[in-house]
């Protein structure tokens, strides 16, 4: 049986007292959307996720991290996938914190390392429309990298369907901003550098009536965070790995 252990891996950890523009420079540069936050005896507090960021204005760089705790999935060593996946789908993160009994951080696991572990044993019901999300978060084609870094602050998601003339044309992630190198130089000179130029073009996409295990399939045999619902050419809806968890009895 696979467990907490078998997943762990290195996290980023804060210090109560940091500043807030330290957990902001981690989650735009890295591939966590979870900070974890620990006090000045470097037990467990919670944590802040990249929407804190937008809270930090060149007014207010000084901070920190402790106002915008919130409480965090926690699991522990021995605990098994399925505890995982039930903590993860509570809080709605990308990750759990695993802790000791004190409370010290050992280590995080992330959802998109046990989700192909779930999805393989576990039964899912139901189509995709009865767990997608109906409102979309869309960028268009010609908008600045800018604006798409801003959405991933605004909304938290990770990935989001890039349209063009109303159609879809492709998608674009925050994994593709931080592999391209674009977003440290868009932000620090003003590029304007357009979606259109970084976007993936070849986009996987499911019907609303097909089975939310078929959705599930596709989101682990590509390794993508979310896949846009098209009804004819009609973008109706998106699903997650959030909404595939949804499923699970």
């Known amino acids: 049986m696979k467990l907490a252990q078998d997943f762990l891996v290195e996290i980023p950890v804060l210090r109560f007292n940091d500043r807030l523009t330290k957990a902001r420079q981690i989650l735009r540069d890295d591939r966590f959307r979870e900070v974890y936050v620990v006090n000045d005896r470097k037990k467990l507090l919670g944590f802040v996720d990249i929407t804190d960021g937008l809270r930090v204005t060149a007014t207010k760089s000084n901070v920190t991290v402790e106002g915008f705790v919130k409480d965090a999935a926690e699991v522990y060593r021995e605990d098994t996938v399925e505890q995982l996946a039930r903590q993860i789908r509570k809080f709605r993160t990308d990750s759990a914190v695993v802790i000791d009994k004190e409370r010290f951080v050992i280590g995080g696991v992330l959802l998109s390392d046990i989700f192909p572990v779930i999805v393989s044993r576990n039964k899912l019901h139901g189509t995709v429309k009865d767990f997608m999300s109906r409102t979309v ?113």
């Not at 801003?150 to 003339?165: C, D, H, M, Q, R």
């Not at 000179?189 to 399939?217: Q, Y």
């Not at 979310?226 to 968890?245: A, M, N, T, W, Y």
């Open 137 to 249: 978060v869309a960028a268009q084609a010609t908008d600045t990298i800018q604006h798409v870094y801003t959405l991933v602050l605004e909304s938290g998601y990770s990935a989001f369907p890039v349209l063009k003339k109303k159609k879809l044309a492709g998608m674009i992630s925050r994994r593709d901003l931080i592999a391209g190198g674009r977003v440290r130089t868009t932000l620090t000179n003003a590029a304007r550098a357009t979606v259109e130029s970084l976007m993936v073009r070849d986009v996987f996409t499911i019907g609303p009536d097909e089975a939310i295990s078929t959705a599930a399939d596709l989101l682990v045999r590509h390794d993508v965070s979310r896949l846009p619902v098209l009804e004819g050419e009609s973008l109706v809806g998106i699903v997650s790995r959030h909404d595939v968890l949804s499923g699970l009895r």
